[in-house]
């Protein structure tokens, strides 16, 4: 059965501080990845997604950049925090037949 | 462009009550998909629904109903007694066929619908 796996679960960290949170799916081959983000009290903006490994569009400039390493691993990045940049994480994937699921999400606060 | 519009921000209402979210969309393909989404406070997503533009036959599972119009590009969603455990924010979303990729384009969600029963 396919799975996909989102860590951390919770993460706190300082203004300027590096990012780096990780997706992996298994159980499928060559998935859509795509990043989310839901700030506080508001909707799920799309971030990225990616068809391929190697291939990201990005659909919001931002202080963010994601990459796909491997064919079920997707992280999303930053080099310098901004507090802008708090909110809910989540990647979800879908390989045919318009399923979508997503992990369980990871919660971002910038201090 | 697509776009999806969830007018109601929150909602509240007693238990047994019914309730209805509503959800309208923008697209420019005929063939596209529609969803509703759970969100409770723990946040993760929990799917509801999925259905393709081809087909417009209401849909029921259990205390749930979905009303799909074309006509007035509208995908609402109906909760019959309505109990505590449904206390959580509602997401519509649309995807369309990505022309080179079966899985489809990415969801676009709503701004979502915050619903609080209470007791």
């Known amino acids: 059965s396919q799975t996909i796996h989102q860590w951390p679960a919770t993460l706190v960290q300082p203004v300027g501080s590096p990012l780096s949170l990780e997706c992996t799916v298994e159980?499928?081959?060559?998935?859509?990845l795509y990043w989310y983000r839901q700030a506080a009290g508001r909707g799920l903006q799309l971030l990225f997604y990616s068809v391929g490994i190697g291939q990201i569009s990005s659909e919001v400039p931002q202080n963010l950049s994601a990459s796909r390493p491997q064919d079920r691993q997707f992280i999303l990045s930053s080099k310098k925090l901004l507090l802008s940049d708090s909110g809910f994480y989540l990647c979800a994937w879908s390989a045919g037949n318009y399923g979508y699921t997503f992990g369980s999400g990871t919660r971002l606060t910038v201090v | 462009a697509q776009k999806v519009t969830q007018a109601q921000t929150e909602i509240s209402v007693v238990e047994k009550e019914d309730v209805t979210l509503d959800c309208v969309y923008e697209?420019?393909?005929?063939?596209?998909?529609l969803f509703w989404y759970k969100q409770p406070p723990s946040g993760e997503l929990v799917f509801l629904i999925r259905r393709n533009s081809f087909d417009e036959q209401n849909e029921i599972s259990g205390r749930y109903s979905w009303n799909f119009q074309k006509s007035t590009s509208s995908f609402n969603f109906t909760i019959t007694a309505s109990q505590v455990v449904d206390s959580a924010v509602y997401f519509c979303?649309?995807?369309?066929?990505?022309?080179?990729?079966?899985?489809?384009?990415?969801?676009?969600f709503g701004k979502g619908t915050t619903l609080s029963v209470s007791s």
């Open positions: 697209t420019r393909d005929t063939t596209y998909y």
């Open positions: 159980g499928t081959s060559n998935p859509n």
């Open positions: 979303a649309l995807s369309e066929p990505h022309p080179l990729d079966q899985a489809g384009t990415a969801l676009i």
